[in-house]
């Protein structure tokens, strides 16, 4: 049952390589919670009980576990006793009962408009060495498009059209929407496909961005690119979804309708990007206390 639900993921679910990869880990380790700490074996996972859940997610607590992980694995079983429910014969979802530990309400990081500008203008875009070329692009890429680290990774070549000045991503769920982009960004994927071209004579590579050897890039790689790229900056973390916060919260911030920022990023609910409206209220407010003269309190 356990190898038919990532089966199904895969397939007909048609989540990503890494919603799999992270559902198989949390069910593999209740499933492990199970047969050692419960003592129970290799047994049914249908005979799983709402108890025994509580007690896994308590164990979760006590090894101090971030309540984000907790939540992430509580739905990653909740999916897998749905899909037992459904293909299965299991009567009821013993985790749909589960009380989900609410979620701190941070808000996402996200750099300076100022800060981002200069880690662009500060790229080495014109390079003639193709990694350096390339990790340019993707930095540009992630910070004018908006889009989620695996789509940039499974972003196909002919999905990229520098004529339209647009590109086609596959986002979640295999839901498909274009993105636009401006001349800087065409004449970046111009001369990288120049490079690319050069070191790969006569290959097509399917997928837009590769390794040296034509290999498509992966997650590790990209990462580092923007890790190291954004060293200098003034942030507590520095990933490619900084990037994707960032390109958000200066769209609004310079007057994009709410709705059409939704679209660029792929959100189904409007909800999600409207925590970047709260993040960008946030921005006003501190440049308000920083300029205005009767902003200060009186203890300043």
């Known amino acids: 049952m ?73 739905q990653s079983v909740r999916a897998f006793f749905r899909y037992l429910c459904r293909r299965h014969g299991l009567a009821t979802n ?42 340019a692009l993707i930095l540009t890429m992630f910070y004018s498009t908006g889009m989620r680290a695996a789509e940039l990774i499974g972003l196909r070549d002919d999905a990229v059209d520098t004529a339209k000045g647009e590109l086609k991503v596959l986002g979640k769920r295999n839901k498909e929407r274009i993105i636009p982009f401006g001349t800087e960004l065409s004449t970046m994927i111009e001369h990288y496909r120049t490079l690319r071209s050069e070191l790969l004579p006569g290959v097509a590579p ?51 309708d709410l709705m059409a920022v939704q679209k660029l990023l792929g959100h189904a609910s409007l909800s999600t990007t409207q925590r970047y409206t709260h993040l960008s209220y946030k921005e006003l407010q501190n440049n308000y206390k920083l300029a205005h003269p009767r902003a200060l309190n009186k203890e300043d």
């Open 2 to 74: 356990y190898e038919a639900f990532y089966r199904y993921l895969e397939g007909e679910a048609a989540r990503s390589q890494h919603t799999v990869t992270a559902y198989r880990h949390d069910v593999e380790e209740l499933r492990e919670f199970r047969r050692t700490a419960l003592g129970l074996g290799e047994s049914d996972p249908r005979d799983t009980t709402l108890a025994e859940l509580r007690m896994w997610v308590a164990s979760l607590a006590e090894a101090k576990l971030s309540t984000v992980s907790i939540v992430r694995k509580i």
């Open 94 to 135: 013993p985790a749909a009962r589960l009380v989900t530990p609410r979620l701190p309400k941070d808000l996402p990081p996200f750099m300076r408009q100022e800060d981002s500008m200069e880690t662009i203008d500060s790229l080495d875009s014109e390079s003639d060495d193709f990694t350096t070329a390339r990790n």
């Open 206 to 256: 399917e997928n837009f961005f590769v390794r040296p050897d034509g290999r498509p890039v992966y997650y590790a790689l990209v990462y580092n690119a923007v890790h190291t790229a954004l060293a200098d900056v003034n942030i507590a973390r520095r990933s490619p979804h900084v990037l994707r916060h960032s390109f958000a919260t200066d769209m609004l911030n310079n007057g994009a």
